[in-house]
């Protein structure tokens, strides 16, 4: 059932925290998937309801910084300067665990990514139930991730009892996922804290995704984040180039459109969301999963966007739509 997020909700899905139950909860991301981080009993049954693969470990989400200290076993300063920068946000961190999280969370790792959100619900809920709360993205594995809360009974109608209703994530892309590697930063997953962003305080390294590697049929290893419609992903520097791209794909004729509207083809398209302005960027990220769901809940079968510019915000949403795209059609070598 989805609960508004009010005072009483959060106290009762605080109880059922508590008593190692699953509830899902908005995040400034996207939602999560919660449950006792202590509990390796309650962990498990995040593993079981996502299908999520033993060997991927879960983000454990903390309301203070006292929390912090039962779950791993050391901090250096730059850490400590990270969060005090960035936290509560988007950036989860990756620390020797303590003893106290169970193996299952880690998924045997000797180490734990831990986040404080920013959102008020996940904090209320933190704090309600008095312990850390371990939650991966609300979707089932590989899936898009959850954006709203009906995302996540969409996915978990049959497993998971309560969803709180926060309304829209902020963001609607994962946080990033950092571990501080001495006095670097080594970037595990980009997110809304960029690497420009962390460049301010020490070298960063990125995970760089490699060209020759990007997924161009469907069931590649790379692929997530994934609708069931076909994802056509056009690089490009306007809308007739998008067209001229697409003429190489045999396009279904109720195809959808997401992206900005001076890169919309001229084509017509069943279900479309353009975006503009000075914030289409955030647009972009925050929209994209939840049209990803939308299009498959109307059966669309194929679904163009457009490439974004890979600085800030735009390196996490391209390593999400690459690693989304069944098709990808990159500019021709040397041309632009
Ligand atoms: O924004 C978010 O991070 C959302 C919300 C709910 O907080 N959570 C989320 O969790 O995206 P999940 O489980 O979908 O992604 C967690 C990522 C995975 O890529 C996982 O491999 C990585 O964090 N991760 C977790 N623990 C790690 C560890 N100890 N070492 C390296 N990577 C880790
Ligand atoms: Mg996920």
Redesign the pocket.
Known sequence: MILAAGKENIVRAAQMIVAGELVGFP?E??????ANALSASAADKIFAAKM?PAD????V?IADLEQLDGLVTSVNTLEKRLMAAFWPG?L?L?FP?SEAVPEIV??G?P???V?M?AHPV?LALIRESRLPIA?????ISGRP?ATRAQDVMTDFYTTVELVLDGGVCD?G???T?I?VEENLIRI??P?AISMEMLAGFAPVLVESFNPDEKPLSPGMKYRHYNPEARVILVEADSAAEVASRLQTINLDTEAAYFGLAVMRPPLSFKKIKLLGGSDWLHDYAQLLYSFFRDCDASGIKDIVIHQVPQSGLGYAIADRVIKAADVYLRREEGGK
């Open positions: 995040t991301t996207v939602y999560g998937l919660g999520r991927n470990p879960l983000i989400h988007p989860s990756v665990a880690r998924a790792l180490t734990v990514a986040r959100p996940a939650a991966p993205s609300a979707n991730s963001f892309l994962e946080s996922v571990k595990l997953r997110g």
